[in-house]
C-alpha cells in the first residue's frame, strides 16, 4: 500500500505578506539611514561655521586689543585724539558697502565681501564690483581676508586692489562654501576710559553657508535665515548661518 506523503508551501498571500513586511522594514531602515545621515551633515556643517566664528573673533579681538582706540562711524576717515599729546593719529579706518567691507586697524587690515555679492559676481561671471585681489590673481574671490598693511592704504583708497602674497584667506571655501553676510562694529561715548585710554567696542557679524536659494530674510528681524524644513528649497542638511556678537577692547597697545 503506498503511502501519500502531503508537501506544505506557503500560499499566494502568505507569500505576499512576507513581502510587504521585509519591505516595510527596508523602507524604514533607510529612511533611518537618511535622517541620521542629515543629522550629521547638518552637525558638521554647524561645527565648521562656530570654528570659523571662533578663528576671526580671536583675529578682530587681538587686532582691535594692539591699536588706539578709534571712530568705528564708516566714513572717509576714522581718526582718535591722543589725550597725552592733543595731536591727531590716524589709527583706523571702516568703510562698507553693499558689496562688502574694509576695516583697517594699523598693523593689519580685514577685507570681505558679503555672499550675495559673491554669488551674483560668479552668476555674471564679472569680479569687478567686488573687493578684489590685483591681476593676475584677480580671478579669485575674497571672502575674509586679513593683509599686512601697517599704512592703512586699503581703507585710505577704498578702490585699491589686495596684493594676493600680503592676504591670508580666514574662510576656507572647503566642502559648505562659508560667507560673511553681514557686519557691524560700532561704539559709544560712555565705553571711552579717558584716563587708561581704551575703548570697548561691539562687533556683530553673521556667518553661515552660502547656498542663496536656501537663504531667506526674517521678515520681523530682516535678518538672514535658512528657510524653514518646510519650504520646498530648503536645505535643511547643510545650510547654516549663525550670528556672532563680541566685544573687543583697544588701548592695550603699549605707549
Known sequence: MNRVVKQHG???????????????????IAMTVIQIGDIYNRGITLKDVNQAGRSITSELQRSIAGTTPFDADPGAG??????????????????????GGRLCLGQYSYIWNYGKALDDAAKMHDNSSLNAYASPNNGLQIRFVKVSDPGATYCADASKEIVFSD??????????????????????DSAFDATTEQRLYSIEFLLGTNNQSALTTDPDTEVIICRPPSDPLADPSYCSVVQFDIVARAGNAAK
Open 167 to 188: 592676504a591670508t584667506e580666514l574662510l576656507d571655501v572647503g566642502q559648505h562654501d562659508l560667507v560673511i553676510h553681514n557686519f557691524k562694529i560700532s561704539t559709544a
Open 78 to 99: 576714522s581718526h582718535y585724539i591722543s589725550m597725552k599729546t592733543k595731536s591727531t593719529i590716524l589709527t583706523s579706518y571702516i568703510k562698507q558697502d553693499p558689496v
Open 10 to 28: 506557503f500560499t499566494l498571500i502568505e507569500l505576499t505578506l512576507a513581502m510587504g513586511f521585509v519591505a516595510v522594514l527596508l523602507i524604514a
